[in-house]
């Protein structure tokens, strides 16, 4: 069984660009969570889709934004790039937000550096 | 504040050196701990979930126990290739909205 996919892998963009990352959670998996880990903040929740909706927001500025497909993959959109958004963008897949299976696996992460 | 932390930041192990991992959790709504084992440059890789206080979960060298307000994640005779950074994370919830809150974690070398 094929795990998390994320592409592309790496990025190199500049500040005020914006940049889109995507994800293929583990087949029959339905919800989807990301993440930004960076060197000084660790990993830090960012939100998780669950059936096209989106469910939780963690604590991060309105130009981070997702969306979910009725295929289960997301996307993660940033605009208006800051140096501050370099970090390694992980996605995670769970079977269902709740319950025995909510067990959230991860996939290798997209590498954003802004210049 | 929901808050977890995790001791110690980094751990140098001599090959079948023997020790423990602890992670600290102050947390209301706690649903799960997790714990996770992330090589550099990739994603973190499940290793146990634990759900109530007394649990305990093993593979391979790695146990991890659970208490009311830590989990420990003890490493028997460890390996050279046991070296990573281990996360633990806490599943919180508030209605129907669920996060994974993480721990800094803690950096294991294992010397030959």
């Known amino acids: 069984k094929a795990g998390v996919t994320q592409t592309p892998r790496y990025l190199i963009k500049t500040r005020g660009q914006q940049v889109t990352l995507s994800c293929s959670p583990i087949?029959?998996?339905?919800?989807v969570s990301w993440y930004q880990q960076t060197p000084g903040q660790g990993l830090q929740f960012l939100f998780e889709?669950?059936?096209?909706?989106?469910?939780n927001k963690g604590n991060f500025p309105g130009r981070f934004s997702g969306r979910q497909f009725s295929n289960s993959r997301s996307e993660m959109n940033v605009s208006t790039l800051e140096l501050g958004d370099s970090a390694l963008y992980l996605c995670a897949s769970s079977l269902v937000p709740s319950g025995s299976k909510e067990t959230q696996y991860f996939g290798p992460g997209t590498r954003l550096l802004v210049l | 504040e929901d808050q977890v932390t995790q001791s110690p930041e980094a751990l140098r192990l001599q090959e079948g050196e023997s020790s423990s991992l602890n992670c600290s959790y102050t947390v209301s709504g706690l649903r799960g701990l997790f714990w996770y084992r992330q090589d550099p440059g990739k994603g973190p890789e499940f290793l146990f979930t634990l759900y109530s206080a007394g649990e305990e979960k093993e593979k391979e060298r790695l146990k991890a126990t659970l208490t009311k307000k830590e989990s420990f994640l003890h490493i028997t005779a460890p390996k050279p290739e046991d070296s990573a950074t281990y996360l633990c994370a806490v599943l919180i919830s508030s209605g129907s909205a669920r996060q994974l809150t993480f721990g800094s974690g803690t950096q294991l070398t294992v010397l030959p």
């Open positions: 889709y669950f059936s096209e909706t989106q469910r």
């Open positions: 087949s029959g998996h339905r919800s």
